[in-house]
Protein backbone atom coordinates (compact mmCIF):
# COMPACT_ATOMS: atom_id res chain seq x y z
CA UNK A 1 0.00 0.00 0.00
CA UNK A 2 1.48 3.27 -0.71
CA UNK A 3 1.77 6.00 1.40
CA UNK A 4 2.59 9.70 1.26
CA UNK A 5 3.37 11.91 3.99
CA UNK A 6 3.52 15.70 3.76
CA UNK A 7 5.66 18.52 5.70
CA UNK A 8 7.15 21.25 5.90
CA UNK A 9 3.85 23.58 5.40
CA UNK A 10 3.68 26.76 7.42
CA UNK A 11 3.03 30.14 7.14
CA UNK A 12 5.37 33.10 6.03
CA UNK A 13 5.81 36.14 4.02
CA UNK A 14 5.41 36.91 0.77
CA UNK A 15 8.85 37.11 -0.71
CA UNK A 16 9.86 34.28 1.67
CA UNK A 17 10.99 30.56 1.38
CA UNK A 18 9.40 27.31 2.16
CA UNK A 19 10.63 23.41 1.40
CA UNK A 20 8.02 21.16 1.41
CA UNK A 21 9.12 17.46 1.74
CA UNK A 22 6.68 14.30 0.87
CA UNK A 23 7.42 11.18 2.80
CA UNK A 24 6.88 7.75 0.06
CA UNK A 25 6.66 4.31 0.79
CA UNK A 26 5.17 1.00 0.03
CA UNK A 27 5.56 1.43 -3.65
CA UNK A 28 7.56 -0.56 -5.74
CA UNK A 29 7.76 1.09 -9.16
CA UNK A 30 11.09 1.35 -11.23
CA UNK A 31 9.38 4.36 -13.27
CA UNK A 32 7.03 7.04 -11.55
CA UNK A 33 5.86 10.38 -11.75
CA UNK A 34 5.73 12.14 -8.48
CA UNK A 35 4.13 15.55 -8.30
CA UNK A 36 3.24 18.43 -6.52
CA UNK A 37 -0.54 20.21 -6.69
CA UNK A 38 -2.25 22.84 -5.02
CA UNK A 39 -6.03 23.70 -4.19
CA UNK A 40 -7.55 26.98 -2.60
CA UNK A 41 -11.13 26.56 -1.33
CA UNK A 42 -13.60 26.65 -3.99
CA UNK A 43 -10.90 26.42 -6.43
CA UNK A 44 -10.07 23.23 -9.26
CA UNK A 45 -6.67 21.76 -8.08
CA UNK A 46 -3.99 23.03 -9.86
CA UNK A 47 -0.53 21.12 -10.49
CA UNK A 48 2.48 22.40 -9.70
CA UNK A 49 5.57 20.43 -10.47
CA UNK A 50 6.03 17.04 -11.49
CA UNK A 51 9.60 14.91 -11.90
CA UNK A 52 9.72 11.55 -13.78
CA UNK A 53 12.15 8.65 -11.90
CA UNK A 54 14.69 9.80 -14.97
CA UNK A 55 14.75 13.01 -12.95
CA UNK A 56 13.04 15.32 -16.24
CA UNK A 57 11.01 17.90 -14.10
CA UNK A 58 7.90 19.53 -15.54
CA UNK A 59 6.34 22.71 -13.71
CA UNK A 60 3.54 25.15 -14.18
CA UNK A 61 3.77 28.49 -15.59
CA UNK A 62 3.30 30.20 -12.81
CA UNK A 63 6.07 29.14 -10.38
CA UNK A 64 8.55 28.68 -13.17
CA UNK A 65 12.06 30.08 -11.73
CA UNK A 66 10.63 29.90 -8.05
CA UNK A 67 9.94 26.23 -7.51
CA UNK A 68 11.80 23.83 -7.66
CA UNK A 69 11.12 20.26 -7.59
CA UNK A 70 13.79 17.01 -6.31
CA UNK A 71 14.26 13.70 -4.90
CA UNK A 72 16.13 12.06 -2.79
CA UNK A 73 15.84 8.47 -4.13
CA UNK A 74 17.93 6.69 -0.70
CA UNK A 75 15.32 8.34 1.65
CA UNK A 76 12.53 8.00 -0.41
CA UNK A 77 11.43 11.64 -0.29
CA UNK A 78 9.96 14.14 -2.54
CA UNK A 79 10.87 18.17 -2.18
CA UNK A 80 9.42 21.08 -3.65
CA UNK A 81 11.85 24.47 -2.79
CA UNK A 82 9.77 27.11 -2.93
CA UNK A 83 11.50 30.43 -3.05
CA UNK A 84 9.82 34.83 -3.76
CA UNK A 85 6.77 33.25 -2.49
CA UNK A 86 3.30 35.23 -2.93
CA UNK A 87 0.56 35.56 -1.70
CA UNK A 88 -1.68 33.47 -4.44
CA UNK A 89 0.82 30.42 -3.70
CA UNK A 90 -1.65 30.63 -0.61
CA UNK A 91 -2.86 26.78 -0.83
CA UNK A 92 -3.45 23.32 0.16
CA UNK A 93 -0.10 21.49 -1.06
CA UNK A 94 -0.70 17.61 -2.27
CA UNK A 95 2.23 14.99 -3.66
CA UNK A 96 1.22 12.16 -5.58
CA UNK A 97 2.77 9.42 -7.52
CA UNK A 98 1.89 7.70 -10.41
CA UNK A 99 3.61 3.75 -11.98
CA UNK A 100 4.26 5.07 -15.42
CA UNK A 101 4.17 1.47 -16.73
CA UNK A 102 4.37 1.60 -20.93
CA UNK A 103 3.99 5.53 -20.61
CA UNK A 104 6.33 7.68 -22.05
CA UNK A 105 8.43 10.40 -19.33
CA UNK A 106 6.70 13.61 -22.00
CA UNK A 107 3.35 12.65 -20.14
CA UNK A 108 4.47 13.49 -16.51
CA UNK A 109 4.05 16.84 -16.84
CA UNK A 110 2.71 19.25 -13.88
CA UNK A 111 -1.24 18.56 -13.18
CA UNK A 112 -0.40 15.51 -15.91
CA UNK A 113 -4.11 13.43 -16.43
CA UNK A 114 -2.09 10.74 -15.36
CA UNK A 115 -2.68 11.14 -11.39
CA UNK A 116 -5.76 10.81 -11.56
CA UNK A 117 -5.24 7.45 -10.83
CA UNK A 118 -2.38 7.77 -8.68
CA UNK A 119 -1.80 7.86 -5.46
CA UNK A 120 -2.02 11.14 -2.93
CA UNK A 121 -1.29 12.56 0.25
CA UNK A 122 -3.08 14.50 3.06
CA UNK A 123 -1.55 17.41 2.09
CA UNK A 124 -0.33 20.16 4.01
CA UNK A 125 -1.21 24.35 4.25
CA UNK A 126 0.87 26.47 3.04
CA UNK A 127 0.27 30.44 4.02
CA UNK A 128 1.67 33.61 2.41
CA UNK A 129 1.01 36.71 3.65
CA UNK A 130 1.41 40.14 2.39
Known amino acids: QVQLVESGGGSVQAGGSLRLSCAASGYTYTSYCMGWFRQVPGKEREGVAS???????SYADSVKGRFTISQDNAKNTLYLQMNSLKPEDTAVYYCAIRAMFSFGSYLCLAGSWLYVRGDWGQGTQVTVSS
Open 51 to 57: IHSDGTT
